[in-house]
């Protein structure tokens, strides 16, 4: 199969085992396509884990789960060497640690302390590791997805907003409807019995990573115009320069978009609109991924936070004041 067949196959088979989540389902795709890591948020119970777990099932790769907890120590990301004992000398071996896969799950990295987070986030921005002056490469596929819970702060350590910006998108995953929910009900009562519908022992057509590499490639053919580009930069110059767009912006925003911002959601618009089968990018690619791209890429001000304001409701008031091209 081609590559969008291959991508598109991929998102069928997640859907069978992730009910009413289609938005998060779509939302890692581009993630992984954009060759950017995640970190998702919601409420417990919500299938953040069993979505990656999903992914990676039907990857032909590798996934790795590391369960953040407070006494966690670097090493135990990384690796460490260790001391063997080879033809009779003793010799020093480089262990690797569970961040060597290619779909990597970070269940509840906010329970970690800051030099474990800080392992970890070197990890995905430089794509290597380096223990006793050896560097040590990662996986060509390589993607960290991070979960957290905005709920539970006791025994956290929020990720501070320059950790926050190397993730490419922030997704926010909320209740399926009802009728999702019955469905979620009746595949865990097949799973029960060992039916097909999401079962672990199901026959599934595995994607290669030479597919997702191949996709990739066409997403970087996909025309980018100057009238986006101009879009793009002037969303972002909202965040940082919002007085010249709202008064009442001016007074939510303390601190803006980074240039990260504007690469991401210029990579992540080329990505949706390749899923849509167009070769340029249109403002509505744009206007899907913005949110996703920056809201966490935005510091709200003390008054924005005693009104109630989050940050996806600055960034639509900011669609609504920055001009569409046409």
Do not use: C
């Not at 135990?76 to 896969?101: A, K, R, S, W, Y």
């Not at 990597?104 to 030099?115: C, F, G, H, M, S």
């Not at 702060?153 to 993730?167: C, H, K, N, S």
């Amino acid at each position: 199969m081609n590559a969008r067949e291959a991508v598109s196959t991929l998102q069928t088979q997640m859907e069978t085992s992730i009910i009413g989540q289609r938005d998060l389902i779509r939302q890692m795709i581009v993630g992984l396509l954009a060759n950017g890591h995640l970190l998702l948020e919601s409420l417990p119970g919500l299938a953040k884990t069993r979505a990656v777990k999903s992914m990676a099932r039907h990857l032909d790769t590798e996934m790795r789960r590391i369960q953040f907890t407070p006494d966690l120590l670097p090493s135990d990301i990384t690796g460490t060497e260790v001391l063997h004992q080879q033809g009779g000398q003793n010799v020093f071996q480089f262990q690797p640690g569970p961040i060597f896969g290619n779909v990597i799950l970070a269940d509840e990295i906010n329970r970690a302390p800051a030099k474990v987070q800080a392992a970890l986030l070197e990890a995905m921005e430089e794509r290597q590791i380096t223990v006793a002056g050896t560097t040590h490469k990662m996986s060509d596929l390589f993607i960290v997805m991070a979960t957290q819970n905005p709920i539970e702060q006791e025994g956290t350590y929020p990720l501070p907003e320059a950790q926050l910006d190397r993730f490419l998108l922030k997704v926010l995953v909320d209740y399926p409807d009802r009728d999702s929910e019955i469905g979620v009900l009746e595949l865990v009562r097949s799973e029960e019995v060992g039916g097909p519908s999401g079962s672990a022992g199901a026959s599934t057509q595995r994607i290669e990573p030479a597919s997702i590499f191949a996709a990739r490639g066409e997403i970087h053919g996909v025309h980018v115009a100057p009238a986006i580009e101009q879009y793009i930069m002037a969303l972002v110059d909202a965040t940082r320069h919002a007085d010249r767009y709202d008064t009442t912006l001016a007074t939510w925003i303390q601190i803006g978009s980074s240039p990260r911002g504007g690469i991401a959601l210029e990579r992540t618009a080329r990505v949706h609109a390749w899923l849509e089968g167009r070769d340029h990018v249109t403002p509505d690619d744009v206007r899907a991924m913005v949110h996703p791209v920056l809201r966490h890429r935005i510091m709200l001000s003390y008054d924005a936070s005693a009104e109630g304001v989050r940050a996806d409701q600055v960034i639509d008031r900011i669609l609504e004041r920055v001009a569409v091209p046409a």
